[in-house]
């Protein structure tokens, strides 16, 4: 009865009782963020997906053209499989040196020795200044016939070396811009190699191991999980390469540095085909993907997860 008398004094619903402040404040708050993220991200995300099967540019209203971009671009395009290619030689070698190199240097700099974020702050400055203008323009002129590389060469009484303008070494060149800005990778390996127990290397020693064999023991099984993470950031990143080959060889000598980004660029930006390269970049979104995918498939061969016991 007393349930019954409670239930019929109980107020009708009301909206005002049903918004709560703080949730509103919250909303409000992050209401930017959410406006943001849907004109600027996923209404541009799904109008790519439209204008890959159309012909756009900019200057005239779309016209549908089915897969006609896709049919040009696996069979008409030359240029496409070529940037694709390079693209591939570019990750194949620059993600692993880039990871062995600042695992290296992490490890060295995890120490504990005088002046040691001196050190630290030096190996991320590259990683600071990141792909800017101002760096690519430092490696063009490092790199360049009468640069400062080839003074130092000459130096050792060799004859300079065409860094940039031959085939042969131009794409190099790059890669080993590439692997220099390697501070953000060795800040996350570094953070990883402070979090492992003390006691795992001191149990080690006790039994006799020595550094490599900790290393290879403790170290290196701990870090597997950030390694994973490292890689497929750098995996990334690799593919969706830009401003070093736009603003230091413009994809010459010969394409031989023409990255499948700049290429787009190119189709997309220089003559007009909008369309054609929202297929491009659709297509490196799918194979970014199958790439993403198979390291994922692949990581319970090689990670280690110690709450899992793996």
Known sequence: MVRTNAARKRRPFSFKQWID??????????LPFIAGLLVFTVFPFFMSLFLSFTDYSVFQPAKWIGFSNFRRMFFEDEKFWVSFWVTFRFAIFQVPIKLAFSLMVAVILSRNTKAIGVYRAAFYIPSLMGGSVAVA????????????????????????????TSPRYALGTLISLGVWQFGSSMLIFLAAI????????????????????????????????????????????????????????????????????????????????????????????????ILTMFVFKSSSAWVYYESEGR
């Not at 402040?21 to 992050?30: E, K, N, Q, S, T």
């Not at 490696?139 to 000459?154: E, H, M, P, R, V």
């Open 137 to 164: 323009l430092m490696w063009k002129q490092l790199f360049a016939y009468n640069g400062t590389i080839n003074s130092i060469i000459g130096l050792l009484g060799l004859g300079p070396v065409e860094w940039l």
């Open 194 to 289: 402070k979090n492992i127990p003390a006691s795992y290397h001191e149990a080690a020693i006790v039994d006799g191991a020595g550094p490599i064999r900790r290393f290879f023991s403790i170290t290196f099984p701990m870090l597997t999980p950030v390694l994973f993470f490292n890689l497929i950031n750098q995996t990334i990143g690799s593919f969706q390469a830009f401003n070093s080959s736009y603003l230091i060889t413009g994809g010459n000598p010969l394409d031989s540095t023409l990255y499948y980004a700049l290429h787009l660029y190119n189709e997309s930006f220089l003559y007009w085909r909008m369309g054609y390269g929202c297929a491009m970049a659709w297509f490196l979104l799918v194979i970014i993907g």
């Open 21 to 30: 402040r703080d949730a509103v404040a919250g909303h409000v708050f992050i």
